[in-house]
C-alpha cells in the first residue's frame, strides 16, 4: 500500500524526466521512454538479486481439491473474481484513455499528469480505512457502493471536459476501483480449501491481467473510432453485471442464514422443552419425596 501511494507521486514524474531525452518529439514517447529505462534498471536488479526460492506448503495437501468446474457453480466465486475483473477492466479501460482524451479536448500535458496522479492517489489512500468499513458494513455493500461509486465516475466524466471534472471523475475512478478490488480479494478466500487455493489464485489472477490488458489495449482504439462518451457508456456493462451478481450473492448469503437459523431453532425448541418437562418431573419427584418424608 505504501509502495502505491509513493508511486502516485513518483511514477506520473517520468514524464517531466522523460523531457530530457531528447530523442522522440511527442512528450507522452519521452514518458515512456523514461519508464522503459525505468524498467530495465528494475529487472537487471532482480536478476542479479533475486534468487529462486523453495516453497513447500503443508496446508496444500490437506482434503481433497474439487475440481474447476465445481469451484465455479460457487455464486461467491463468480462474485469475488468478478469483482476484481470490474475493478481492473474499467479502471484500466478509462485511466488509459483519460490523458488521450484530455489532449483532445485542448488541455495540457501537465494538467493530465496531475489528473492521473490524483487518480492513483485515490486508489491506495482509501485502503487505510476499507478494512474498517468491511467490519462496519460488511463485504456485499463495500462491492455495491464500488459499483455506485464507478456509475459516478461515469456522470461525471459525461457532465463536462473541464479539468476539474476529469479530476473528480478520475478520483472517484481510484476509488471505485479500491473498494471493488479488496471487496473482491477478501470474498475469494472464502471460495476455497486450502488445497485449493493456488488453483482458484491463478484463475483470478490470470483472468484479472488478462482483463485489465485487454482494457488498456483496446482504449486507445475505442477513444479513436467511437469517442470519451462511448468508451464512458460503454463502462456500464461490467459495472451492471457486477452490481447483478452482488445482488444475487448476497440473497443467496441471506437465505442459507435464514435456513441456517430455522434449523436452529427447530432443533433447539423440542430439545428445550423436552428438558423442561425433565426438570419438572426431577422437581415434582422431589417435593412429592420431601413431603413423604
Request: charged share 10%; hydrophobic share 50%; net charge neutral.
Amino acid at each position: 500500500m505504501v509502495g502505491g501511494i509513493a508511486a502516485a507521486w513518483v511514477g506520473p514524474e517520468l514524464l517531466n524526466l522523460g523531457q530530457l531525452i531528447p530523442i522522440f518529439e511527442s512528450d507522452y514517447a519521452r514518458a515512456y521512454a523514461a519508464l522503459g529505462t525505468l524498467e530495465i534498471i528494475g529487472a537487471a536488479i532482480l536478476a542479479i538479486a533475486m534468487k529462486p526460492l523453495d516453497i513447500h506448503d503443508k496446508n496444500s495437501d490437506v482434503g481433497e481439491a474439487r475440481t474447476l468446474s465445481a469451484l465455479f457453480k460457487q455464486p461467491l466465486l463468480w462474485l469475488a473474481i468478478g469483482s476484481g475483473l470490474t475493478a481492473y477492466a474499467v479502471m484500466a479501460f478509462l485511466m488509459t484513455a483519460t490523458p488521450l482524451a484530455m489532449s483532445g479536448h485542448g488541455h495540457d500535458i501537465q494538467s493530465a499528469k496531475w489528473v492521473i496522479q490524483s487518480h492513483v492517489m485515490a486508489m491506495y489512500l482509501p485502503s487505510l480505512i476499507t478494512p474498517l468499513l468491511i467490519k462496519r458494513i460488511g463485504i456485499y455493500k463495500l462491492i455495491s457502493l464500488g459499483c455506485v461509486i464507478f456509475l459516478a465516475c461515469i456522470v461525471i466524466a459525461l457532465f463536462g471536459h473541464s479539468v476539474h471534472h476529469y479530476w473528480w471523475a478520475l478520483v472517484a475512478l481510484g476509488v471505485g476501483w479500491n473498494f471493488l478490488f479488496i471487496g473482491g480479494t477478501t470474498l475469494l478466500p472464502q471460495t476455497y480449501k486450502p488445497s485449493e487455493r493456488f488453483k482458484v489464485q491463478a484463475v483470478n489472477d490470470f483472468s484479472i491481467t488478462g482483463f485489465q490488458a485487454a482494457g488498456s489495449l483496446g482504449a486507445g482504439f475505442i477513444l479513436y473510432t467511437q469517442g470519451w462518451a462511448w468508451m464512458l457508456l460503454a463502462s456500464l456493462f461490467p459495472i451492471a453485471c457486477c452490481s447483478h451478481s452482488t445482488g444475487s450473492s448476497s440473497d443467496n448469503v441471506s437465505s442459507r442464514q435464514r435456513n441456517i437459523s430455522l434449523l436452529h431453532d427447530v432443533m433447539v425448541f423440542p430439545t428445550n422443552s423436552i428438558l423442561d418437562n425433565i426438570s419438572c418431573k426431577l422437581l415434582l419427584c422431589y417435593n412429592t419425596s420431601k413431603h413423604t418424608h
